[in-house]
């Protein structure tokens, strides 16, 4: 009965162990082409705000990260509401990113930031969206802003 409960509870911990298993894929590199993100022009962009974003693949990616490598064909873009309202190429090593409202109004907006990596053809999303607050930035150059990004689902 003793090597029974032993058995059980060694299979239960196996068992758990394995739930807990590092979920990072075995490889970064995808087939994608280059997004035709557009900022969306018969709007009114009368508030926005902008970012100094830097991408770090090593947050999210640590084992896969020599894979990834930011080159002049990287793209970033920011969508609220499913809309782009912002689009920027790497400059200096950092994403120079302005935000358009998409109203004349100042209020709140979710922000979601997408990345795309030339380097390992992929479409990223930052892991957690931000509040878009008129007027302001968000990092600096000396500071930028560093999200963590995930590989993005395939639709």
């Known amino acids: 009965m003793k090597n029974r409960i032993i058995i059980i509870v060694s299979c239960t911990l196996l068992l758990m162990a394995a739930g807990c298993k590092n979920k ?13 993100w557009t900022v969306i022009s018969d709007h009114d962009y009368s508030s926005s705000m902008t970012a100094v974003v830097e991408v770090d693949m090593s947050l999210s990616y640590p084992k896969l990260a020599s894979q990834w490598q930011l080159n002049d064909g990287d793209v970033m873009a920011a969508f609220m509401d ?12 950092l994403f120079f990113l302005y935000i ?10 979710i922000v979601t930031l997408h990345y795309y990596s030339a ?8 892991k957690e969206p ?10 600096s150059i000396s500071e ?11 639709d």
């Not at 990072?24 to 035709?36: I, S």
């Not at 499913?82 to 090593?93: K, T």
């Not at 358009?100 to 907006?109: F, K, L």
């Open 24 to 36: 990072e894929p075995k490889t970064l590199l995808g087939n994608e082409q280059q997004p035709a």
């Open 82 to 93: 499913g809309q782009c309202v912002g689009v920027i190429s790497p400059s200096d090593g």
């Open 100 to 109: 358009a409202h998409p109203s004349n109004s100042t209020t709140d907006g």
């Open 119 to 126: 380097a390992v053809k992929n479409i990223f999303v930052a």
């Open 130 to 139: 931000f509040n878009f607050s008129s007027d302001t930035r968000m990092g």
């Open 144 to 154: 930028p802003y560093k999200p963590a990004f995930y590989l993005k689902s395939k």
